[in-house]
C-alpha cells in the first residue's frame, strides 16, 4: 500500500467535486441565525467546519471560490501552492509547508470571495492538509467555474487559469 492510499484509507477521504480526496472532521453544533449573516447567505451556517485534504501530484484543487475566508494548515508530505485571484483581478501565491527558511508558512488564510487553486508542487508526492471554514462551509456557497467562464473574467491570468481548471 502507497503512502497516499494509507492516508486515504486511514482518514477515509473520497474524491473532492474541485479535485484532490477530503473528508469533513468537524461541523459545529451551533449555528448563525441567517438574519445575522449578509445578504448573499441563503440560511443559517454552522458556526465552523473543518475538513482534511489530501492532494496528489496527479491531482489538482481546481480554481473555485466560497464566500467564507479559508484557513489552510499544513500537516505532511511536500509543500502545497495556493493560487489567488481576488475579485478585482490581482493575482497572489503562497506556498505552505514546514521549510520556513524558504518563505513556506504552516497555514494560510485564503480570504473570502477570492478564487483560488492548490497543488502539490512536488512530482510524485502528496500534500495532506486542512482547511477550517466560518462561517460554515455550505455547497451553497461554493462555486467552480469552467475554464471559458473564468478565463472571460481574467484574461490576463489565461495561463495559470487553464493550467488548475478541469474544463
Given at each position: ?59 489538482f484543487s481546481a480554481f473555485h471560490k466560497i464566500k467564507q475566508d479559508e484557513i489552510w ?63 460554515g462551509f455550505d455547497f451553497k456557497d461554493f462555486e467552480l467555474p469552467s475554464r471559458k ?19
Open positions: 500500500m502507497t503512502k497516499i492510499e494509507e492516508i486515504i484509507e486511514k482518514f477515509d477521504l473520497s474524491p473532492h467535486p474541485e479535485g484532490g480526496y477530503f473528508k469533513e472532521t468537524y461541523r459545529s453544533s451551533g449555528e448563525i441565525n441567517k438574519n445575522s449573516l449578509p445578504q448573499s447567505y441563503q440560511g443559517n451556517r454552522n458556526y465552523a467546519t473543518c475538513i482534511y485534504f489530501l492532494l496528489t501530484s496527479d491531482t494548515h499544513f500537516y505532511a508530505g511536500a509543500p502545497i501552492k495556493l493560487y489567488i485571484i481576488s475579485e478585482e483581478g490581482v493575482y497572489s501565491e503562497q506556498i505552505i509547508g514546514t521549510n520556513f527558511s524558504e518563505g513556506q508558512i504552516p497555514q494560510f488564510v485564503v480570504p473570502g470571495n477570492h478564487w483560488f487553486a492548490a497543488k502539490t508542487i512536488t512530482a510524485n508526492d502528496y500534500s495532506f492538509a486542512g482547511c477550517s471554514v466560518s462561517p467562464e473564468l478565463i472571460a473574467k481574467f484574461p490576463e491570468h489565461k495561463e495559470i487559469i487553464t493550467g488548475l481548471t478541469h474544463s
